[in-house]
């Protein structure tokens, strides 16, 4: 599996942002979409955002309009551009790549450590 390292995690304020990266390593061809997920404390992953092939993108609803996912032409790093956070934003974020399966999203690349995010409110 590829792997992937997650950074630009922090401490911020509620109404402030923040933007994640996630260096992929070599041969990511494989994959054709990109997704970031969330574990916020005591809680499971869930999915945030996605990205496809040709670059169409989905949210989950706690995150739409507030939250960009996107990512560089050689699929070097994806990003998450996170805007307007509150307290319920705060958790590990993981980025992964993977495939959609008609409208499904599943990740193939091995679980990173993630980024600590955390929204003071």
């Known amino acids: 599996q590829v792997r992937v390292v997650e950074s630009g995690g922090g401490l911020v304020q509620a109404g402030k942002s923040l933007t994640l990266s996630c260096a992929v390593s070599?041969?990511?061809?494989?994959?054709?979409?990109a997704g970031w997920y969330r574990q916020p404390p005591g809680k499971q992953r869930e999915l945030v955002a996605t990205?496809?092939?040709?670059?169409?993108?989905n949210y989950a609803s706690s995150v739409k309009g507030r939250f960009t996912i996107s990512r560089d032409n050689a699929w070097n790093t994806v990003y998450l551009q996170m805007n307007s956070l509150n307290a319920d934003d705060t958790g590990v974020y993981y980025c992964?790549?993977?495939?959609?399966?008609?409208?499904?999203?599943?990740?193939?690349?091995?679980w990173g450590q993630g980024t600590q995010v955390t929204v003071s409110s």
């Open positions: 992964t790549l993977g495939a959609f399966q008609g409208t499904a999203y599943y990740p193939n690349s091995s």
């Open positions: 070599r041969s990511a061809s494989q994959f054709n979409a």
């Open positions: 990205i496809s092939a040709v670059g169409r993108t």
